[in-house]
């Protein structure tokens, strides 16, 4: 079972900009599909973005579809998340975890990270 850690969260305002990290550690990604999900306060956990091992293929929610892009680095066993246009209601703890393929569905999914914070502010 690979683990792994999110980061790059933190505050930002409406409009801005980040970019999380997702790595590995133990063991690497090698073969497997990563995506994002987030939960946001009170509400279930949701599907975000998910990228295939080799980078060919990709899936977005409609919610972030045209702010939110997937990327990965396999040389660095590294996937990341680049948010741009944040809304408030993007506020959310997100998420990583790795998939056999590129599922939007949530239950297609292994064990979740720890998470990090994104807070957008009005």
């Known amino acids: 079972q690979v683990q792994q850690a999110e980061s790059g969260g933190g505050l930002v305002q409406a409009g801005g900009s980040l970019r999380l990290s997702c790595s590995a550690f133990?063991?690497?990604?090698?073969?497997?599909?990563v995506g994002w999900s987030r939960q946001r306060p009170g509400k279930e956990r949701e599907f975000v973005a998910v990228i295939s091992w080799l980078g060919a293929s990709t899936t977005y929610a409609d919610s972030v579809k045209g702010r939110y892009t997937i990327s990965r680095d396999n040389a660095k066993n590294t996937v990341y998340l680049q948010m741009n246009s944040l809304k408030p209601e993007d506020t959310a703890v997100y998420y990583c975890?790795?998939?056999?393929?590129?599922?939007?569905?949530?239950?297609?999914?292994?064990?979740w990270g720890q998470g990090t914070q994104v807070t957008v502010s009005s």
């Open positions: 975890a790795t998939a056999r393929t590129t599922a939007a569905k949530l239950d297609e999914y292994d064990a």
């Open positions: 133990g063991r690497t990604f090698s073969g497997k599909a």
